[in-house]
């Protein structure tokens, strides 16, 4: 039934997108549009992000226009609070961000229409309204900028394009060394390769192994253990798209879930790759609406950019672009499947980037001809029900919660080192809230005056480690 319904779809040029739900698994999602921030072509918007540390701010790569950064806790009405103009990062554009503790990364350099060199950039964003650049790096000799920059403990990754992969060390954040980098082979999976097709630019790092999206390229594993000497020693594409015939492929982004990676691959759909085995890793499942390879790069209604997984629920969404964001289902990875979406292909716009917080969804829209047309760029911000099925609760010594029954607080003792605690509030229908709290040491004292009475899940984000604890009001 599921096949028959994707060949109803591409029978009548995916064109239903627009009038008909594909909801099956998660159809409850109810993706609502909140608000706009819009841009201009001249100042094209390419990704953004949710502020790591809970704080409501929106971070956003805003290429010519450098990074904006949004108050966002009035979702119906975010405010401009902070600008970092490209005349603070050698005048180049701000491509892509990423966030380790108080301080953001910059991928900069324009890699999207008129290639530059390409970089990276600190800024201290401890005070998010008042950030701080305390450092730039520039690769020696490039001319295709920098697509993605990930962090990793004192180190940070930069898929520099056509200049490969950069590694460089950050401990001091005011003074970014070079450490090493590497280019992956281009000759492969092609004999005679085009080198201007093959570019680093999708990321995902892991205990010091990156797991990279190179472009035509397929995905390499670069062992980055040793720093100063990254050796790639695995990768992968789909023999479907090289044999017997060269088609284009673009892997695009990429996310892990443990051994499972989920990766965009622009017209051709998502792929679920077991990477247990980074030697060798093999194809779980493929969702493929579009019929690739013997669909058309120009003509498809998707073109899958950015991607953002949600563990609760087992569901990827990704940006689109023509057809703005597609929701997948991968409860079962060898059988992933459409289950809801966002826009259409009518619209005559297109998204390049998206990113996930909690309940929200943020979309980046460009400004493009090919290979599809789009005539609006900003952000669109939007809403979902989140999944509190399959919640875990952590307890005894890791979190106590007291007193249960709540009244007007409770206070939150965590056993963790972690400096960083973010607590929100998930009701059994799902909605979010983000209380007032006040942090002293290991405790948390969090206001729920504002809530009625009833069962929540009260869940605290540690970075790498989430702990949910349910209590009574």
């Known amino acids: 039934m599921k096949k028959l319904f994707q060949t109803f779809l591409l029978a009548f040029g995916y064109s239903l997108l627009a009038y008909t739900s594909l909801a099956q698994s998660c159809s409850s999602l109810n993706i609502t549009h909140q608000s706009d921030i819009a841009s201009t072509c001249p100042f094209m918007t390419m990704t953004m992000m949710h502020d ?171 062992n980055c253990t040793n720093k100063l000497a990254p050796k790639e020693t695995g990768r992968w594409c789909n023999p479907a798209m090289y044999t017997p015939l060269d088609h284009p492929k673009a892997y695009n982004n990429i996310v892990l879930n443990d051994t499972l990676a989920y990766i965009a691959v622009d017209y051709a759909g998502m792929e679920v790759l ?15 609406p579009y019929n690739a390879p013997s669909n058309n790069w120009f003509t498809s209604p998707s073109h899958l950019n950015e991607i953002q997984y949600e563990k609760n629920c087992k569901r990827v969404f990704m940006s689109s672009g023509k057809s703005d964001m597609m929701v997948v289902d991968v409860t079962n990875p060898a059988l992933p499947d459409s289950c809801n979406f966002y826009g259409g292909v009518s619209n005559n716009i297109g998204t390049w980037g998206i990113g996930l917080w909690q ?40 979190i106590n919660v007291y007193p249960i029954p709540a009244a007007e607080k409770i206070t939150i003792e965590l056993n963790s080192s972690s400096t960083s605690f973010c607590p929100t ?20 004292e969090v206001n729920i005056s504002e809530l009625k009475a009833g069962v929540y899940f009260l869940k605290i984000n540690l970075g790498e480690k989430e702990l949910v604890k349910k209590f009574v009001k």
């Open 359 to 398: 309940n929200q969804i943020y979309l980046s829209y460009i400004c493009a001809a090919i290979p599809f047309s789009s005539n609006w760029t900003g952000v669109k911000l939007l809403t979902f029900n989140s999944c509190t099925v399959g919640i875990k609760e952590y307890d005894e010594a890791t």
């Open 52 to 222: 790591q540390n809970n704080l409501p701010y929106l971070y956003v790569a805003n290429k010519e226009a450098g990074l904006k950064i949004y108050d966002i806790s009035a979702i119906a009405t975010p405010s401009l609070v902070a600008t970092v103009a490209k005349n603070s990062l050698d005048t180049l554009d701000v491509m892509n961000v990423s966030q380790s503790g108080n301080y953001l990364y910059l991928a900069i350099g324009n890699s999207f229409t008129n290639p530059t060199k390409g970089g990276m950039a600190i800024v201290d964003v401890t005070v998010p309204a008042t950030p701080v650049v305390t450092d730039y790096y520039v690769v020696p000799g490039s001319n295709s900028g920098a697509g993605i920059v990930k962090v990793e403990g004192n180190y940070a990754y930069l898929g520099a394009m056509k200049s490969g992969l950069y590694i460089l060390d950050v401990t001091n954040k005011s003074n970014i060394q070079f450490v090493s980098s590497i280019m992956p082979n281009i000759n492969w999976p092609v004999i005679s390769p085009n080198p201007n097709l093959y570019n680093a630019r999708g990321m995902e790092v892991k205990n010091s192994i990156v797991y990279l999206c190179f472009d035509a390229g397929g995905i390499r594993i670069i």
């Open 274 to 288: 077991n990477v247990k085995d980074t030697s060798s890793m093999k194809l779980v499942g493929w969702w493929n």
């Open 425 to 444: 509030i998930v009701d059994l229908l799902g909605q979010t809230t983000y209380p007032p709290f006040r942090k002293s040491g290991n405790k948390i």
